[in-house]
Structure formats: C-alpha cells, structure tokens
C-alpha cells in the first residue's frame, strides 16, 4: 500500500499535502466552467422550473396587455354591441391565456418536429441537437404567446444549420417550407440570436459518448479483457445503443440544461448496460483500489484505520524512531483519505448520472388534441382581435334569428 | 455653470458660424484684417460661445475687464483670461476635448480604483454618457446638476486622485529625465572613445611608417600582418570597455530610478508565459492513449496494427484514405479529442455548483 501512494498521489487534484499542486492548474472541469454553456445556459432543477415559470409569467403579461388594447380598440368601434352583451363580452370570460403546464406540453410537441424538419434536409445529427438546443433556450427566455413556436422552430434549424456549418441557403430552405416566407425566418434571426445572447457553440453529448466508447475499449480490453462477455462488438453494439438512447430520449428533455455533456453521456451507457459500465466506472475511477474496496459498501474507511493503527503498534513495538513511525502513519492516513475522494467522487458521478436517466426519461408526448386546443389559444393570444370579432359574429347570429322570429 | 450656456448655444446656432468661418476662415470677422495681409494674425476662443476672434481685437475688447462678445446675435459676457488659441481645426472637436478635460477632472478614477473589470467598464460608460449628454445639448441642466452634485460629494477622493496622479507624472518626468541624461553620457563616452581611436590610428600609421623606412625591408608584408593584427585585437578590448563602461552606466541609472522596480515587475511579468485562463493547464489525462498507428505504412495496412489500438472500423478505414492523410487528418486527432471532450465536464456536478 504504501509504494503506491506516489502513483495515487500524482493523479489526486490539488491535494494539499502534494507540492505540485501549490500552484493551482487548470482542470477540464475548469474548462468546462468557463463555457458560456456552464455560466449561462446551466440549471438546476429548481431555477430551471423558475425560468420557464417566469418565461410564461411575462408572456401572460404581454398577452394580456395585447388583448386589452384591441379590447378597448374594437369597444370603441362599436360600443353599443359591447353594452348590450355585457355578459358574454368581458375580458374576463373572453380572455384565455396559456398556463405554464399547457406551454410546457405545447413546446414539448413541437421539439420532435424540429427533428422531423432536420432529417428532411438531410443535416447531420448536430445541427439537429443543436436546433433543438437553440428552440429550448429560446422558450426559456421568452414565451409561446410572444413568438409562434410553429416559425421559430424554423428558424432555429436554419440558424443551427449555418452555426454548425451546414449551409442552406434561405431560398431552398423556404421552398421546402409550405407557407413560410424567407422575410419569416430572415426576421426573427436576430431575435433568436439576442435571446441566445449570442452563444452558438454547444456541446452535444454525442462525441463524449463516441471518446467513452474507445476509453471503455481501453479501460476493459486492454491489456488483456477483463470481463468475459465482453468483446469489441459488445461494446459497439452498447455504443450503438447508446446513441439511441441519446436520440430518443436526451435530446427531447432537459438534460442538456441539468448535467455536463460527458455525464450525460455516461447515463446513456449506464441505462443501456449497467453492468459493463459500473465495471468500467470503478474501475476508471476507483483505480487500484476496485477490487480491495467492492465488497465493502459500508464504512470503508474503518477497517483501513484500524490496519493503520496497527501497523503503527507494530512498528513501535520493534523499537524503530517515533519519528518514523509518525510519517509513515500520516503517509498511510494520507492514502486513505485519497481513496475516500475516490470513493466520493465516484459515488456522486453515478448518483448524477442515474438522476440524468431519471430526468432523460420523463418526457411525455403531449396528445394530439390536447395540443390542437393550446395551439388555438395560442392563436387567439397572439391575435386577440380575432378572438374578439368571432365572438361578436357569435352574438349575432345568435340575435339574428330571433329577430326574425 | 459655463457648459450649460455652451450646450443651450448648442448645435443649431453653432453650426452657422462653422458655415461662416468656412467661407472667411483667414479673416478676423471684427477687425476684418485677413491672414494674407498680416501673417502675424492669431485667432483666439473662449469656451463661453467658441467664436473667433483675432489677437488684436481680444486686448482691444477685453483689456478693460469682461464685455459682451463682439458677434452678431451672440452676446455672451466674455473674459480676457478665459481665452486661448485654438487647437482643432473643427470647433466642435475642440469644444468636445474641452468638455472632456473639465468631466475628466471631477471623474478621476483609474482602473486601479475597481475591484474588477466589468465595474470599471461602468464607471468609464457613465462618464461617457455624462460627456454625451454635455455635447449634444441632451439634458444638460440635469447633467450639470449631477457633475456638480458628484464633485461636491467626491471632492476629497478627487483631490487625492490628483495628487497620486500629479506625483506620479512627477516619477515619470523624473525618470524621463534620468535616462536622457543617461543616453547622453553614453553618447559622450562613445565620442570620446574615438577620438581616441582616430588618434591611436594614426600613431600607428606613423610607427609603421618610420618602421618600413628604417627597418630591413626584406618581409614589410610580415611587419603590415602584425600591425593589422594588433589593430584588431585592440579593436576588440576596446569594444569590450565600450560595453563595459555601459553596463556601469546602466546599473548606477537603475539603482537611482524610482520606477526601476515597477519597470521589472512589468518586464518579470512578460517574461512568464501568457495562459488565458490564468494558470497552467493540468496535464495529467484522464485516460492514458492506446498505441494508434501513425505512420504511412502501418496505415496503409492498418488491418495488421490495429489489434493493441482502438477498435471502430469506420473510423480505421478512413485513416487509409490518401487524401484525407495528405491534407493531414490523422487518426490520433479523432481519437484524441473524443476522449478530450469524455472528460471536459465530467466532474461539475451543476446541481452544486449553481446551487
């Protein structure tokens, strides 16, 4: 145990008793830290589930504020049309607003879609996640009751497509688009890229998963293979899997906000094989110590204080110098403690990554007229003066007749 | 108090008299004396209405204390002492710069004063603002009223700042001065030094005449070769003094220089490498490298090699593409950043860190 601990030691970020790691070095985490994909487009569950909330909150705002104007606008017109159906309309039983369940089914019906439109192009898978990435970070700062998702959700895939430098150019783009206009999607690019805040580049979890899928080759095969039952094509089909696994269900859900692309990645190995990527995991990162430690579940470090102690006794008893004894005590305690943030650190990456299967899989399909219902709400608060004006053909078609009578 | 007046003149009003002067720009428009026939002419302003006026009508006008400005329509109580020679050419400039002195005097804070960059970035936008506004005759009274609020406010830390500043100016023109004087006596020295040299040449000149006229003249030739030669190697030891007596120079200067120290902070701090994310990378990997095969022959046969390697076949396949390998793509790269990216981010666990 103890020649060991020069190897451990050396691999340990910034552990104090390491002279090397005085001056601080830049980790990959760090790296990853200073993306604008970390600093801004992060979440925890909670402030997540804020921002939308506070996304929908505004957009009602806006709603609202829109349909009093052509309320008040179309009242004036003809005022004695509103006073004499006072009961029928008012603001209150005509106005009909999205509520944050209803805009989150609704944006979950329209995510799938965003990759319908990709692979009709023929874009690479990407500029598909990518699309998605900007559609979902763009509902994120605004609302349906704002924007239309039906041309944003065009103009995303565009986007995406030069971001991720796959040209289309606007004329073949709209030509396959029924009903949409290049001014359409032209104008609401700068929207889109502002409510982005500019931020283009995203990490996708896919190419982690591709490096995952060599490191487990590495890890488990070389030198010699460690399992059994597992060969170079039980890896590649695990690998085909989890691309998957990625394509169904991280790409439609929240993750992408929630985990690191690389966890992520794992959880889509993890779901897909458990047992080869547990093996793979502890391996990789309880290094050496795996296989002493993967029976011991619980309180791993007792019996590893109670060997040291009494290997100090032992060492006192044969009359070697206190001093001696003190240092290579503090060295083994120093080892122990190494392997307990091993131990911590990999419990947390698996506890992180079944939590990202957790969130991966709780997307739902919104039914179809469920979502036809949002979609005419949506238009009426977008267009309120629609709303209003079959309102009032209602009310009089429902006089006609009885006049006539 | 002044620039108030200066922007409610503001831009219309101006703009006239800058047509104005176009057409008679050499030309006092008082006195009418023109710049062709008195060459001597110099034109003076005020920042009160920024009209010009020529010298000899400013001390005509203004000797007896402060009188109404000579221009039609304009009016403005002027004084003598207020008054200075024009720099730009476009009055607005010129009037621009003088607002900028007069803000920049009361908003005297340097980056040294903030705790970070984003809030000096603020501080330098405000004042930029606040200049604007002046400029343009936007909000002005509001403005000046905020400008004079702020100076009363901050009027110790303004004066401070105006010390340290003024002491400051005071080490760099000493400084300047120093390594004028230095440069000098290097110039000196090296004068000196060959005068010398020029003198020595020609004793020796001399010498190897006397020497070829009295001397046996059987090997002039040897005589000419030792001459050269002690020339050179006095050339050298010269050189070497030359340097020498520099360096001397140069250590007594810095012993003696007030900014010495912060000069070799500045050169110390150029001297370690720049890392943009301030600090070294961590270079241990998180996965050690399978063996890849990376040259041409293993490649082209890269059936055979890559049994210890990484196993994708696709990927393996394209290695053996001629073109690809010529415009560079190599296998490693793939492999390499793939693995990169499985652990750029492994361990931030957001759910904490953004908590």
Redesign the interface.
């Known amino acids: 145990m103890k020649e060991s601990t020069t190897d451990t030691k050396s691999s340990s970020e910034g552990s104090e008793e390491n002279p090397e790691a005085k001056r601080k070095r830049i980790s990959n985490d760090d790296l990853y830290r200073r993306s604008t994909q970390f600093e801004i487009w992060s979440y925890t569950a909670e402030s997540l589930e804020a921002a939308k909330k506070k996304a929908n909150a505004a957009g009602q705002i806006i709603a609202t504020k829109r349909f009093n104007e052509a309320f008040a606008e179309l009242k004036k017109a003809s005022p004695e049309v509103f006073e004499n159906n006072k009961d029928k309309l008012n603001p209150e039983s005509l106005l009909n607003l999205i509520t944050f369940e209803e805009e989150s089914k609704y944006l979950n019906y329209y995510t799938p879609n965003i990759i319908q439109i990709a692979k009709f192009f023929k874009m690479p898978t990407q500029v598909k996640l990518t699309a998605v990435s900007f559609f979902k970070k763009f509902y994120l700062e605004n609302s349906v009751m704002q924007y239309h998702p039906k041309n944003i959700m065009y103009t995303c895939v565009f986007l995406a497509a030069k971001s991720e430098n796959y040209f289309v150019s606007i004329e073949s783009f709209v030509k396959a688009l029924k009903g949409t206009d290049a001014k359409d999607i032209l104008d609401l690019e700068f929207i889109i890229l502002s409510s982005l805040k500019f931020t283009l580049l995203v990490h996708h979890p896919f190419r982690p998963l591709y490096g995952f899928f060599l490191d487990f080759q590495a890890v488990l095969l070389h030198p010699s293979p460690l399992m059994y039952d597992v060969s170079v094509n039980t890896l590649g089909t695990l690998y085909d899997k989890a691309k998957n696994w990625l394509n169904e269900n991280a790409v439609l859900s929240d993750v992408a906000f929630l985990f690191t692309p690389p966890q992520i990645a794992l959880a889509a190995m993890y779901d897909v094989d458990k047992r080869v990527t547990d093996r793979y995991l502890k391996r990789k990162f309880l290094r050496d110590h795996a296989d002493k430690l993967d029976d011991i579940k619980e309180e791993p470090e007792n019996g590893d204080v109670k060997k040291e102690e009494a290997k100090v006794k032992i060492e006192g008893d044969k009359n070697i110098d206190n001093d001696a004894a003190d240092s290579t005590a503090t060295k083994t305690h120093g080892e122990t403690s190494d392997i307990q943030t091993q131990r911590e650190q990999y419990e947390t990456l698996v506890r992180t990554i079944r939590k990202c299967i957790k969130v991966a899989k709780q997307v739902s399909k919104s039914p179809q007229d469920e979502v036809k219902e949002i979609d005419r709400k949506c238009f009426f608060a977008l267009n309120p003066r629609k709303l209003i004006e079959k309102q009032v053909k209602k009310i009089a078609k429902e006089a006609a007749p009885s006049e006539v009578v | 108090m002044s620039s108030a007046k200066v922007a409610s003149t503001s831009n219309s009003l101006m703009s006239d008299y800058f047509e104005d002067d176009r057409a008679s720009k050499d030309m006092c428009p008082i006195c009418k004396t023109d710049k062709y026939l008195s060459p001597n002419m110099k034109f003076l302003i005020n920042p009160e209405c920024y009209h010009k006026i020529c010298e000899s009508c400013v001390d005509r006008i203004f000797s007896l204390g402060p009188a109404p400005c000579p221009y039609p329509n304009c009016g403005k109580i002027l004084r003598k002492n207020k008054f200075k020679k024009q720099i730009f050419d476009d009055l607005r400039i010129e009037r621009e710069i003088d607002i900028r002195k007069k803000v920049g005097n009361i908003y005297n804070k340097t980056e040294e004063d903030f705790s970070d960059l984003k809030e000096y970035n603020k501080y330098l936008e405000s004042v930029e603002n606040i200049i604007f506004n002046l400029n343009y005759g936007i909000d002005v009274e509001e403005t000046e009223a905020n400008l004079i609020k702020y100076e009363a406010e901050h009027k110790i830390e303004i004066l401070e700042k105006n010390l340290n500043e003024s002491k400051k100016n005071a080490d760099l023109a000493k400084y300047q001065e120093a390594r004028e004087r230095l440069k000098q006596e290097k110039i000196r020295i090296q004068k000196q030094m060959e005068v010398e040299d020029k003198e020595y040449d020609k004793q020796q000149q001399q010498e190897l005449l006397d020497k070829l006229t009295s001397g046996s003249s059987a090997n002039t030739d040897d005589i000419i070769k030792q001459q050269n030669n002690n020339k050179l190697l006095r050339a050298s030891s010269r050189k070497k003094k030359l340097q020498q007596l520099n360096n001397q120079l140069d250590q007594e200067f810095n012993k003696t220089n007030p900014l010495y120290k912060h000069a070799k902070d500045l050169e110390d701090s150029y001297k370690t490498p720049f ?1 943009p ?1 301030k ?6 990997k ?5 063996p890849i095969p990376n040259d041409v022959d293993e490649l082209m046969n890269i059936e055979n090699h890559i049994a ?1 390697s ?3 076949p696709y990927v393996n396949q394209l290695a053996k593409n001629k073109e690809y390998l010529g415009a560079g793509w190599r296998l490693q790269n793939v ?1 390499e ?15 904490k ?3």
């Open positions: 890392t994310f600090g070294d990378r961590d270079l241990n998180n996965y050690t490298l399978l210890d990484y196993h994708d492999f950043r793939a693995l990169d990216e499985a652990f750029i981010g492994l361990g931030c666990i957001i759910e860190e953004k908590a």
